[in-house]
Every structure is written in C-alpha cells, then in structure tokens.
C-alpha cells in the first residue's frame, strides 16, 4: 500500500504513513468537522469556501445562494461579515477541491 501524500511505502495495516504522518485509514470513533475560512481558495476572506468544505458542496453554489441573499436584502452581507468575524482561518494546507500547484 501507498500513501497518497508522499508515495512512501506502508503496511497494509497501518493507520498513518511512517514517513509523512498522513491518517491513511480511519478505525472509528468520532470524526468532526470544523467550520473554517479556507484561505487557500478564498476570494475575499474565504468564508464561501470554508462553508463550502463543511458542507460538501461546491463552491460557486454558496457565493450565487450569497449574493442572491445580499440582492434581495442585504441579509447576506451582514451574515457573510459576521461569519467572517466569528470563522478561525483554515490550519490545513489545501482544501478536497484545491487545483494541484503548477509544474
């Protein structure tokens, strides 16, 4: 088996890969979520990205759903500045939908 991060290497009963610590299996318990601003695929402040994450949706659904609160009046600007206020910044490196870095 092949950790996905690094290429390394694993057993085929390892949980995390030895070499880059990456969880390569999950063997229950509880797995939670967090609400975070996604700063790697932010427009502004990366609060459409990060709710986007939380709720497996595509990102351009939550911005057209934002903008037509903010049209019809302007609970959306208000909602989107305290999310913004109230949302830590994303601690992981890239989001599930993050385009790969150019060669």
């Known amino acids: 088996m092949f950790c996905t991060n690094c290429g390394g290497e694993t057993t085929a009963m390892a949980s995390f890969c030895s070499q880059c610590g990456k969880q390569l299996r999950f063997d229950g318990g509880v797995r939670t979520k967090r609400l975070e601003r996604d700063m ?8 459409c990205a990060g ?18 609160m903010v049209i ?29 870095p150019a060669a």
């Open 40 to 47: 790697a695929n932010k427009k502004i402040a990366g609060v």
């Open 51 to 68: 709710l986007a994450n939380y709720l497996n949706v595509d990102v351009t659904l939550i911005r057209i759903i934002l903008l037509t």
């Open 72 to 100: 019809a009046g302007g609970f959306g600007l208000l909602g989107y500045v305290i999310a913004w206020i109230a949302m830590p910044k994303s601690t992981l490196g890239s989001a599930p939908y993050a385009l790969p």
